[in-house]
């Protein structure tokens, strides 16, 4: 019988691969296990882009002021690097009318993208907000409507939310129907993680 032969090149590459199958399995049997540390995990985490929070059930309008359809109370430290930050989008449709039925989005405080819908039509806003500092961030944001959010030129917003990333903040899709309660349907909430751009 032929006896194998373990180099410690192909040992390590095997393990490598138990390591790599653990966590594809998820971070708490790769803890469990003692292959990555948290903090490890959490590093990892960072430099993946991926899905923060999205809801595709609708939310509609109980009244004619201003609304939120869909929250998203981000985690202190979810953005922790500069450079890092969110995508977000939020759609919706409105009922006939010619009364400026609006959608936008708001990071904590600030608004970071809105669009007005005049019609019975589709909706949409969509911002990037990014990390300058612990408590200064970017935003560009754009919204637009018709049946392919292509219909006129979209409405950019440029802006400097100031919220503390250590804490907890607020990602909001919000509604105003002034003439009536549900003329706005929320369809769509996405809030997307953005990593940094490692050189």
Same mark, same amino acid.
């Given at each position: 019988?032929?006896?194998?032969?373990?180099?410690?090149?192909?040992?390590?590459?095997?393990?490598?691969?138990?390591?790599?199958?653990?966590?594809?399995?998820?971070?708490?049997?790769?803890?469990?296990?003692?292959?990555?540390?948290?903090?490890?995990i959490?590093?990892?985490?960072r430099?993946?882009?991926?899905?923060?929070?999205?809801?595709?059930?609708?939310?509609?309008?109980? $009244?004619?002021?201003?609304?939120?359809?869909?929250?998203?109370?981000?985690?202190?430290?979810?953005?922790?690097d500069?450079?890092?930050?969110?995508?977000?989008?939020?759609?919706?449709?409105?009922?006939?009318?010619?009364?400026?039925?609006?959608?936008?989005?708001?990071?904590?405080?600030?608004?970071?993208?809105?669009?007005?819908?005049?019609?019975?039509?589709a909706?949409?806003?969509?911002?990037?907000?990014?990390?300058?500092?612990?408590?200064?961030?970017?935003?560009? $944001?754009?919204?637009?409507?018709?049946?392919?959010?292509?219909?006129?030129?979209?409405?950019?917003?440029?802006?400097?939310?100031?919220?503390?990333?250590?804490?907890?903040?607020?990602?909001?899709?919000?509604?105003?129907?002034?003439?009536?309660?549900?003329?706005?349907?929320?369809?769509?909430?996405?809030?997307?993680?953005?990593?940094?751009?490692?050189?």
């Amino acid at each position: 019988m032929r006896r194998l032969s373990w180099t410690v090149p192909t040992l390590g590459f095997l393990a490598m691969l138990a390591g790599l199958q653990l966590l594809l399995s998820g971070p708490a049997a790769a803890q469990r296990q003692g292959i990555y540390t948290t903090r490890a995990i959490k590093a990892l985490e960072r430099g993946i882009a991926r899905s923060l929070f999205v809801r595709v059930t609708t939310a509609t309008t109980v $009244g004619t002021s201003e609304e939120v359809l869909y929250s998203y109370p981000m985690p202190g430290g979810t953005i922790a690097d500069a450079g890092a930050g969110i995508q977000v989008v939020c759609a919706g449709t409105a009922t006939s009318g010619a009364d400026a039925k609006r959608l936008s989005i708001f990071f904590g405080a600030t608004e970071v993208a809105a669009k007005t819908i005049d019609s019975a039509t589709a909706g949409q806003a969509e911002a990037t907000i990014l990390r300058i500092t612990s408590t200064t961030q970017t935003s560009r $944001g754009r919204g637009g409507k018709g049946p392919n959010i292509g219909v006129e030129a979209p409405v950019i917003y440029v802006t400097s939310p100031a919220e503390t990333l250590t804490s907890a903040v607020n990602v909001q899709c919000r509604a105003t129907t002034p003439s009536g309660a549900g003329q706005i349907v929320g369809t769509l909430f996405l809030v997307t993680y953005v990593p940094p751009v490692v050189q």
